[in-house]
Every structure is written in structure tokens, then in C-alpha cells.
């Protein structure tokens, strides 16, 4: 595997659910992003974790919890989501985190029914 | 604060025909980046170009050429005779101390 790895890439959930979305680097980075994309909106950035730590939580509701075990691993944990949380989550990479190129996945396209 | 502003949101062109996307920013920081990703319909961000603020010299890339103007703060993209791959939303983004920001980006369709 190479670059940046997402699964599922597609997840249709209820809104009482339980599930996580994996994300694992290959490249050897520090920095670790998760995004929303929803329809006709801008990327939105939801958190940034470098070596492990979180860094950046922008006022993400509580029924999402990112998980970051190790600097190639990134996980989101989804519970009890809304029908308006459907959107592609994106997976990103950097070296560090201060001014460096971010590498994408291929996303997960969720749906909450 | 940081701003991307990407005005056109859809072109739409022929093959063969050139396209160019415009990408003007904002920021106070003295050094910062700015990125082209294309976003094609499968749903991946890809890498395209990074720039220096400090590195003005325009770039050419196979089709692809990058216009780089401190003096405007803008930042524009040109794809030569386009092809029906280079279909996809485009997304110009600045990054100053660590945030990247994007565009909201401009979709291109070539059509056959």
C-alpha cells in the first residue's frame, strides 16, 4: 500500500450506529488531518493530530471522536449521527504540521439515514 | 486570517481548448504556501504544485502551467489543450503558520 489509505469507502449507517472510519499513512508523516466535504460547501477541517497529539478540534459535536494510536494510524469514531452529517470524510497527511504539503485519501462517502 | 477566493465556480470547454482558474488570497503572514489540488469524481484530493511566497518564477508542468503574482496575490492555474480527463473540481489552497485553507474550488467539465 501506498500514500494514504481510507476504509470503508462507502458506509450507509442509521442514526442510532455505531461505526469508525480507519485512516493509515504509508509515507512515514507526523501530522494526521481529518476533513468534511459536505455538497456545495467548502472542505471544512474537523481535527489535526501531530505526533499523536490532538492539536486542533474545530468544534466538532461530541458524537464524532477521532482516535490517533500512532503517528500512521487515524480514526474516526461515529455514534448516533445526524442525517445532515452525511458528507465524504477525508484523510490527510502531512510531514509536520506547520506548512507542509497534505496528502489525501480517497475518502469515505457516508450516509446517515 | 486567511482567505482563498476561487470566483469561478463551473467551466465548461471542449477538448482541446485551454482553461485557466483563477486563485486570488489573502493573508498577513510574510511566508506561507500556496497548492493546487484537483479533485476528481472519485472523490480523492491529489497533489498538484506547492509555492514558495518567496519563489515568484512560474511553473510548467507537462499541460499544466502555474502563474504566481505577489504584486495581485493571486495564484492561477492554465491547463493546455484539455483533455476529458482533466475533469474535475479544482482547489486552490494557502497554508501560512499551519491551517491550510481552502478555495471552494471551480468545477471543470471537458467535454468531447
Known amino acids: 500500500e501506498t500514500g494514504v489509505t481510507q476504509t470503508p469507502r462507502h458506509l450507509v449507517m442509521g442514526m442510532t450506529n455505531k461505526k469508525s472510519l480507519k485512516c493509515e499513512q504509508h509515507?512515514?508523516?507526523?501530522?494526521m488531518y481529518w476533513y468534511k466535504q459536505s455538497a456545495k460547501k467548502p472542505l471544512e477541517l474537523m481535527f489535526v493530530y501531530n505526533f499523536k497529539e490532538q492539536t486542533e478540534n474545530n468544534s466538532v459535536p461530541s458524537r464524532f471522536s477521532p482516535e490517533c494510536p500512532n503517528s500512521s494510524h487515524l480514526f474516526l469514531h461515529l455514534h448516533t449521527l445526524q442525517p445532515e452529517d452525511s458528507a465524504l470524510y477525508l484523510c490527510a497527511s502531512s510531514q509536520f504540521q506547520r506548512k507542509e504539503t497534505q496528502y489525501f485519501g480517497p475518502g469515505t462517502r457516508l450516509l446517515v439515514l | 486570517a486567511q482567505k482563498v477566493t476561487q470566483a469561478q465556480t463551473e467551466i465548461s470547454v471542449v477538448e482541446k481548448e485551454d482553461v485557466t482558474l483563477d486563485c486570488v488570497y489573502e493573508?498577513?503572514?510574510?511566508?506561507?504556501?500556496l497548492f493546487w489540488y484537483k479533485q476528481p469524481p472519485s472523490g480523492e484530493l491529489v497533489f498538484l504544485i506547492r509555492?514558495?511566497?518567496?519563489?515568484?518564477q512560474n511553473e510548467i508542468s507537462g499541460r499544466y502551467s502555474w502563474n504566481f503574482q505577489k504584486s495581485t496575490s493571486s495564484f492561477n492555474f492554465t491547463i493546455t489543450a484539455s483533455q476529458v480527463v482533466d475533469s474535475a473540481v479544482y482547489f486552490c489552497?494557502?497554508?501560512?503558520?499551519?491551517?491550510?485553507?481552502f478555495g471552494a474550488g471551480t468545477t471543470v467539465t471537458v467535454r468531447a
Open positions: 509555492r514558495n511566497s518567496f519563489d515568484e
Open positions: 493573508t498577513r503572514d510574510t511566508t506561507y504556501f
Open positions: 509515507l512515514g508523516h507526523n501530522a
Open positions: 489552497a494557502l497554508t501560512g503558520d499551519y491551517k491550510l485553507s
